[in-house]
Nanobody, 120 residues
Framework: QVQLVESGGGLVQAGGSLRLSCAAS????????MDWYRQVSGKQRELVAT???????NYADFVKGRFTISRDNAKSTVYLQMNSLKPEDTAEYYC??????????????WGQGTQVTVSS
């Protein structure tokens, strides 16, 4: 019964900042890599950032240098700090985790999404 709950989205002017949070339950949080995706209505969901169980990070080119993903294992929470926001960052942002529950069986879990709107 894995649950991911995002928060922190909202309206912001270009150049501003937001911090998204994703609280996880039902998993051994410290053992799993976590991801942030985003999606514009009618378009394909795209990967924004990942963080491994050991804290290694990777970013999509379109956010590199502006966004930072981090995790707090004690709180079972992953964050996405978004700085220097651009109108093209406007999207629904989703938290994601994938885990193998049995050999050959992998399950993906998604949060409900949080809307980020950047005005100019």
């Amino acid at each position: 019964q894995v649950q991911l709950v995002e928060s922190g989205g909202g309206l912001v002017q270009a150049g501003g900042s937001l911090r998204l949070s994703c609280a996880a339950s039902g998993i051994t949080f410290s053992s799993n890599a976590m991801d942030w995706y985003r999606q514009v209505s009618g378009k394909q969901r795209e990967l924004v950032a990942t963080i491994s169980s050991g804290g290694s990070t990777n970013y999509a080119d379109f956010v590199k240098g502006r966004f930072t993903i981090s995790r707090d294992n004690a709180k079972s929470t992953v964050y996405l700090q978004m700085n220097s926001l651009k109108p093209e960052d406007t999207a629904e942002y989703y938290c994601h985790v994938s885990r193998v529950i049995r050999i050959g069986v992998r399950v993906d879990y998604w949060g409900q999404g949080t809307q980020v709107t950047v005005s100019s």
